[in-house]
């Protein structure tokens, strides 16, 4: 039996104790990436699809979970712990954004095996990979403190992706100045770019730019997410 | 014996403790003052306010006004002061995907305690609480009495200086409420105070120093245990068990009744002191068969409440 002593490592145990959330976690972006990748869809879709895979992991699985710790009321329990809030949501989120990064690496290395030429783009897909999954759990936890069930957290989770995700550039090329630069202020349109990138694709930014952007993602949302922790475990 | 609190600090104090919710919901102006080794007792009926001051002095609820000092200092947040309570809440939340110890072992930790002292209690603890054998069964698959039990394992792991319990023997069979008794009762000896949230007349007579009686989030009474029992010595508690109902108000108008109310078929009645049952019975003559069971016994602490407020406790939970 696996004892946990630590917020990150019972996050560990419990989700490798749920073996069919496990395997379903791993098959899932598999299935999706598979036919993409393998089958040379133009870059473009395939960018656009696993752009979209990538930004709406990681708010579901947080917001439902955290909207039915909520209603159970382990979530009260949490607020009586001698931890502070925003370390509580740092951990949590942190474990969980890596949770989602080794449920996405099965896809990453599909790609690299496929698009071995476009080696220079993977420290930058790696990283804006890992920012947008920690970005998307903040937000579905942030979404668990407005909602009084799991499926109403993905109304909250999916309203404003949608539009964030045009924002980005992900369903259609931006031409217009103004919205260009709204997509340069959005994480969403880097992993775009890398995954273009990465798929073989024609992006618009050099992959040192998209790194260091991503590592400018990752830092604000670590520290967003130590401000946001009573937000989200306080709010009654 | 008793730890000597007459020159020690109040463990916990609350003034004027307010937390208000929509719908004029929640407690109001509630005082509060904890001795190390006492034991209170907070009673009152659904939607008194029990829950939301057991969660205000858990650091689980913010006040909206008024104030809660624990050991001193009134920062909820204070892990120092976090470490030193001891928190069965309401609802038995847990990780259901884990086993009973694997949940126990987690909230050890997080209270600070090693590996080595962890595995100690914990076996202690559990074979206490009758969880033993299903350490290594998932949460998911416990009854609510195991769940509360579990909880009761999870509060008392740490040592707590401060005991805060709401319904402590919710879902728990005798056998179980009775070491619980009998544990907080050491407890209390080694000087942890203890606040417990319950409307089991038989657990707050037999385990509380004193009580704090709310009614729709106020307190309306507070005191020692004999003393609140000297003002219903003397008299006694009809229950009758009625075929069809009667009016109340007819009830209530007698000299010899002075508190009466239904629950279900039974009506409740306290009798002023040195009145006769026979004086109720009399009302109901030419009902004769109205009447289907009568039962009179000692008045207690429910039957106070009763009096003061002309509401009845819920029937206690065995």
């Not at chain 2, 105070?193 to 037999?206: C, I, P, Q, S, Y």
């Not at chain 2, 609140?228 to 006694?236: H, Q």
């Not at chain 2, 039957?303 to 009845?312: E, I, M, S, Y």
Request: charge should be neutral.
């Amino acid at each position: 039996m696996m004892l946990a002593g630590t917020i990150w490592q019972r996050e560990f145990v419990e989700f490798a104790q749920r073996r069919r959330a496990l395997v379903i976690k791993l098959a899932f972006p598999l299935l999706v990436a598979i036919p993409l990748v393998l089958s040379r869809a133009p870059s473009i879709y395939a960018a656009m699809a696993l752009t979209m895979l990538t930004a709406i992991v990681g708010p579901l699985g947080a917001g439902a979970v955290l909207t039915r710790e909520r209603q159970t009321g382990l979530t009260l329990r949490y607020r009586t712990l001698p931890v502070t809030p925003g370390r509580l949501l740092i951990e949590r989120l942190s474990t969980n954004a890596v949770i989602d990064f080794g449920q996405l690496i099965p896809v990453l290395v599909l790609i690299a095996l496929r698009h071995p030429s476009a080696f220079a783009w993977w420290p930058a897909l790696l990283l804006t990979t890992a920012a947008v999954l920690l970005i998307g759990n903040l937000m579905g936890a942030v979404a668990s403190s407005l909602s009084q069930s799991p499926g109403e957290v993905m109304l909250y989770v999916v309203i404003p992706l949608l539009p964030l995700l045009y924002l980005s550039g992900v369903f259609t090329p931006l031409s217009q100045p103004a919205l260009l630069v709204v997509s340069r202020l959005l994480p969403f349109s880097y992993l775009h770019e890398a995954l273009l990138g990465a798929l073989g694709g024609q992006p618009t930014l050099p992959p040192w730019e998209t790194l260091l952007a991503s590592l400018g993602f990752l830092v604000g949302a670590a520290g967003l997410t130590g401000r946001l922790g009573r937000r989200v475990f306080e709010s009654d | 014996m008793r730890v000597d609190t007459a020159s020690e600090p109040s463990l916990l104090i609350a003034t004027d403790l307010t937390r208000a919710y929509r719908g004029g919901k929640g407690v109001f102006d509630i005082r509060l003052r904890l001795a190390a080794g006492e034991v209170v007792g907070v009673m009152g009926p659904n939607g008194s306010g029990k829950t939301t001051l057991l969660r205000l002095l858990a650091t689980a609820a913010t006040p909206t006004s008024g104030q809660v000092s624990w050991f001193g200092t009134t920062n909820a947040r204070d892990p120092s002061v976090r470490r030193r309570l001891g928190v069965m809440l309401d609802q038995a939340a847990h990780f259901d995907q884990m086993t009973g110890y694997q949940n126990a072992w987690f909230f050890a930790h997080q209270f600070g305690l090693s590996d080595a002292l962890a595995r100690e209690r914990l076996d202690e603890l559990f074979s206490w609480s009758g969880l033993w054998d299903a350490r290594d069964q998932l949460v998911g698959e416990y009854s609510l009495g195991m769940k509360r039990r579990l909880n009761l394992v999870e509060a008392l792991v740490h040592r707590p200086s401060i005991l805060l319990l709401d319904e402590p023997t919710l879902a728990l069979d005798y056998r179980a409420e009775l070491d619980l008794i009998e544990r907080l009762q050491l407890l209390s000896l080694t000087g942890t105070a203890v606040v417990l949230a319950t409307n089991d007349v038989h657990l707050a007579e037999r385990l509380c120093d004193s009580i704090l009686f709310l009614h729709e989030g106020r307190a309306i009474r507070e005191g020692h245990v004999p003393e609140l029992l000297t003002e219903v010595a003397g008299s006694k508690e009809v229950q009758l068990q009625l075929n069809s109902p009667i009016s109340l108000e007819g009830l209530r108008s007698l000299a010899a009744v002075e508190a009466a109310n239904v629950d279900g078929d039974t009506v409740h009645i306290i009798l002023a002191r040195g009145a006769n049952p026979a004086q109720v019975l009399a009302v109901l003559n030419g009902t004769a068969d109205l009447v289907s069971n009568m039962r009179v016994r000692r008045p207690n602490l429910g039957d106070l409440f009763l009096k003061l407020t002309g509401v009845a406790l819920p029937v206690g939970h065995r």
